[in-house]
């Protein structure tokens, strides 16, 4: 642990000092034979932080013909962290003589092999440490300080009796600390000090040490006079690309609160419907009589288009409700086939009508050519898809045109949705790359999940993007009116003797817009006799014994076998 020399206690460190110095005998401990050679370490730090270290070797006896030494080149922290270390201008003398060096550097460490082969004398090892200087940590009520920690002894293949050493500074040190040993086990060293008046440098003796064994001298200087030069490098880890602190919790809220706003804005600006306080009715109920109301349907909107005006989507029950719709108009009629056995289910085809009620728009002419062809067989509802699937995206998107065309939308909800997705989802890749350079590279990895938070709130607002225009929003209010009487208009006031003609008319709405129940109820309840029902509906054919109250079974297994075909295509 290092120790800190105040004004106060530096008369006191002198007198420790010469203490340890008595008892260093005492203190030593047990090494195997060291042969007797000594080191001294003479070092000087620079105000750039650097560290200029001179080792002076001298061997008891002979010189052997090789001796390497190893410096590590980073030190590992707590934090998965380590510093790392720059060791340069390694030079080795003996007797004035430059002597030859191989210096490789593996593994996070330097090795340097001195050749002393014909060599007297000591051996003298010179290099330039950069890494050394770290900031120390703060001290309130003190100047800053730098904190110089460096092994002075370490990786060397000889062993040694006696190491001593000292380190010039530019200015007085604050504290100092020597440990050594084997590296997993570092114990105070023999002596230690500086600081104090007699003493103002670090210096430092120990010994005996194995090889490899290592001494780590520390020591704090001003801040003003040595700069520190210290480079730390992080390990990867997960839960450090994902720190959860102040700094990362800012910089995450940050970009949630702007871009949230920024999503925000972009929806009442482009994809919120145009307001309009009128409404636009959609059919009613016009009284014809006392107690009686016929169905009207007014603006010539049809079935298809309430579906996609009221969710901006053409869904397969838009489809379905048109083909009701175009077989109660009189343009075709839906023939429910006989069954080949009691649990055979239901099936269907169509036959094409000479002509029908009102014209045709283009996507219901698409529809009608593909279910009843005006040559060749019609299709049969049980393999639908495969004459709807041909035609089903130009019937999309000609319903999409025609929604455009009556003014309800400014733009296709089709194009308007798939222009939106399509930036979505280039901001979702964007902010998957960004995450992964965060993770990779820095502590912010909860920055990444914020800006991919926000591209999935892109790609979900994407589907609320098409906007309706005023005429779109009051045909949408007429539409919300007219779902309501659907749900409460009586169904026995419609005029007498047109029940059967009125109900369907009805009903291709009421499938699109909820009530479908009651209105269907209200056609069984118009059968008025026990005699087969096959071919009192203009729209509908069944078998020759099938009754109006076996409808709802029959409507039912229609629209839910065209959904579940249009569904599975």
Not at 66 to 71: A, C, I, L, P, V
Not at 557 to 564: E, H, T
Request: hydrophobic share 40%; aromatic share 6%.
């Amino acid at each position: 642990m290092s120790r800190l020399f105040t004004r106060p206690s530096r008369l006191l460190a002198a007198g420790l000092l010469g203490a340890t110095l008595g008892l260093g005998g005492l203190a030593a401990p047990a090494h195997a034979e060291t042969g007797g050679n000594t080191m001294q370490v003479d070092g000087r730090v620079l105000p750039d932080g650097r560290l200029e270290v001179t080792e002076t070797i001298t061997f008891a006896g002979d010189l052997p013909r090789q001796f390497e030494q190893r410096f590590a080149l980073t030190e590992d922290t707590l934090d998965r962290a380590h510093y790392s270390f720059d060791v340069d201008s390694v030079t080795a003398k003996a007797g004035g003589k430059d002597l030859g060096l191989t210096i490789t550097t593996q593994d996070e460490a330097k090795t340097v092999a001195v050749n002393t082969s014909g060599a007297k004398g000591p051996v003298t090892i010179s290099y330039v440490v950069t890494g050394a200087a770290r900031e120390a940590a703060p001290v309130a009520g003190e100047p800053a300080r730098t904190e110089v920690t460096w092994n002075v002894l370490q990786g060397l293949d000889v062993p040694l009796s006696q190491v001593s050493g000292g380190i010039d500074t530019p200015g007085a040190i604050s504290f100092v600390n020597c440990e050594s040993g084997p590296v997993q086990r570092l114990s105070p060293c023999t002596t230690f000090g500086g600081g104090t008046h007699g003493s103002p440098q670090p210096s430092f003796t120990d010994g005996p040490r194995a090889a490899g064994e290592v001494i780590t001298l520390d020591f704090a200087v001003p801040g003003s006079v040595v700069a520190p030069n210290a480079r730390i490098e992080h390990k990867w880890s997960l839960d450090r690309a994902f720190s959860v602190n102040r700094n990362t919790l800012l910089a995450s809220l940050l970009p949630l609160l702007l871009g949230g706003a920024l999503l925000f804005w972009l929806h009442r600006r482009a994809g919120r419907d145009l307001e309009e306080h009128q409404i636009t009715p959609v059919a009613e109920f016009t009284p014809v009589g006392p107690g009686e109301s016929s169905f009207t349907v007014l603006h010539d909107v049809r079935p298809g288009h309430v579906g996609t005006v009221a969710d901006e989507r053409v869904d397969p029950i838009d489809v379905t409700a048109t083909l009701l719709d175009l077989a109660v108009r009189g343009w075709l009629r839906i023939v429910e086939l006989p069954r080949d056995g009691a649990h055979k289910a239901l099936d269907w085809t169509f036959e094409r009508t000479a002509g029908g009620e009102g014209d045709l728009r283009p996507f219901e002419l698409h529809l009608l050519d593909a279910v009843a062809p005006a040559e060749g067989p019609a299709a049969v509802v049980s393999t639908i898809s495969e004459a709807v699937t041909p035609v089903v995206e130009r019937v999309q998107h000609e319903l999409y045109a025609d929604v455009v065309r009556r003014g309800w939308f400014d733009r296709s909800p089709e194009q308007t949705r798939s222009r939106w997705t399509m930036l979505g989802w280039a901001t979702l890749v964007l902010a998957i790359i960004a995450t992964i350079g965060l993770v990779t590279f820095t502590t912010f990895g909860l920055v990444g999940f914020a800006l991919t938070a926000l591209a999935l709130g892109a790609l979900l607002i994407a589907q609320e993007m098409p906007r309706r225009t005023t005429h779109g929003s009051a045909l949408l209010a007429g539409l919300s009116a007219l779902a309501s009487q659907l749900r409460t208009q009586p169904t026995a006031q419609l005029p007498t003797g047109r029940e059967l003609a009125e109900l369907s008319r009805i009903l291709p709405y009421a499938v699109v817009l909820g009530g479908r129940e009651r209105w269907v109820d209200a056609l069984v309840a118009a059968d008025d006799d026990d005699t087969p029902d096959g071919d009192d509906l203009d729209w509908y054919r069944a078998p020759g014994d099938w009754h109006l109250r076996d409808l709802p079974d029959s409507l039912n297994a229609f629209i839910v076998s065209v959904q579940g075909q249009l569904f599975g295509r």
